[in-house]
């Protein structure tokens, strides 16, 4: 499962710009019992250690990584401010119910516009009963709409080829916000599978497919569905049962 989750702010009409709400509640405990690994490409974590990702343990999703982006403001604004020292952390974070054997960051390439000043993907390998399996969680810019998406995502694909975390060696698969339509996937991440079809943004009224969940190597798509709408983050949440060979 992936879900941009806008920092746990909402961002949707007819609620108050900013108002937190805590993503856990909004999946519920059936959708985080049966899920295996989730992505958040828009986490938070504050200065005090407090973060809605603690909650994942209580649904057995007891295996974290997170990687931070930048410092932002969230509360008392009417949008997201990036300040120094801020409220807390942008994050992107990863957790699974199985041991991560391995765990890497990798810098994706610079654009212009970009507000963060390095944005990293982050890789994990889990151990799933004796098969492990590679994951790969990724957040690139929107700004200038296909730019950044494509100069990152193309680096995205030559960073999980030179970790050989691209299916060649093991399953793979590549999870999060592309800012980028479902239909150029294959010229920027060429040989990677899509697993769900469906519009995700925006969320009230989505027009655009720009979360996926990827896959490449010997793992295949059993069912992919967009969940229904929340009235909280700008995205839909995405979610993928997957099959190892």
Do not use: C
């Not at 938070?44 to 603690?54: C, I, P, V």
């Not at 199985?98 to 000043?117: F, G, K, M, N, T």
């Not at 239909?183 to 009230?204: D, E, N, Q």
């Not at 720009?210 to 949440?237: C, K, N, Q, W």
Request: proline share 7%; glycine share 8%; charged share 20%.
């Amino acid at each position: 499962m992936s879900w941009n989750v806008h920092w746990g702010t909402a961002h949707v009409p007819g609620r108050p710009r900013n108002e937190l709400f805590d993503p856990l509640v909004e999946l519920g405990p059936d959708v985080l019992g049966a899920t295996d690994v989730v992505v958040f490409p828009e986490a938070w974590r504050s200065h005090n250690g407090e973060s809605f990702l603690d909650g994942l343990a209580a649904h057995g999703l007891t295996n974290m990584v997170e990687t931070s982006f930048t410092t932002l403001r969230i509360v008392g604004h009417n949008r997201r401010q990036l300040d120094d020292p801020g409220q807390g952390w942008w994050e992107l974070a990863i957790a699974t119910r199985h041991p991560i054997v391995a765990d890497a960051e990798l810098p994706l390439a610079r654009s212009i516009s970009d507000a963060v000043p390095q944005r990293h993907a982050r890789s994990i390998r889990i151990d799933m009963g004796g098969r492990e399996v590679d994951i790969t969680a990724f957040h690139v810019s929107s700004k200038l709409w296909y730019a950044a998406p494509w100069v990152q995502l193309r680096s995205l694909g030559q960073l999980v080829a030179d970790a050989r975390v691209d299916g060649r060696d093991r399953p793979a698969l590549l999870m999060g916000d592309a800012n980028l339509w479902r239909t150029m996937i294959p010229f920027v991440l060429p040989g990677w599978r899509s697993t769900v079809r469906g519009a995700t943004f925006p969320s009230w009224r989505p027009h655009s497919q720009i979360d996926h969940v990827l896959v490449r190597g010997e793992v295949d798509a059993v069912a992919g569905e967009v969940l229904p709408y929340s009235r909280t983050s700008d995205h839909r949440a995405i979610s993928a049962d997957l099959q190892l060979r």
